[in-house]
Nanobody, 121 residues
Framework: VQLQASGGGAVQTGGSLRLSCAQS??????MGWFRQAPGKGREWVAA????????YYRDSVKGRFSISMNNAGDTVYLQMSDLKPEDTAVYYC?????????????????WGQGTLVTVSS
């Protein structure tokens, strides 16, 4: 299984972007988004359990970001609104077959390449 992330770009404060992560196969029932800002460690952003009824967010993005998946379960989206400069980072999608603690990177076995999101003030 491979993951392909896309949708990053440069926006101004308050803008929106939608990230997509397509997986080449199924078999993962938890998909997550992580991000890594310049000079900082990787942090968890959001996660979703197939078939999409359970979603999870870090506090700083609640109410601004929304994670969802398509009916086939092979593409996950991260709709980001009201973006702030502190959201600037490389965003990574990840997949897990059975993550229990969805915020832990070690729970994920497959990672996509990052997509850069830059928010200017």
């Amino acid at each position: 299984v491979q993951l392909q992330a896309s949708g990053g770009g440069a926006v101004q404060t308050g803008g929106s972007l939608r990230l997509s992560c397509a997986q080449s196969g199924r078999g993962h029932n938890v998909m997550g988004w992580f991000r890594q800002a310049p000079g900082k460690g990787r942090e968890w952003v959001a996660a979703i359990r197939w078939p999409g009824t359970n979603t999870y967010y870090r506090d700083s993005v609640k109410g601004r970001f929304s994670i969802s998946m398509n009916n086939a379960g092979d593409t996950v989206y991260l709709q980001m609104s009201d973006l702030k400069p502190e959201d600037t980072a490389v965003y990574y999608c990840a997949a897990s077959s059975g993550a229990i603690v969805v915020s832990l990177p070690n729970e994920y076995t497959t990672w996509g390449q990052g997509t850069l999101v830059t928010v200017s003030s």
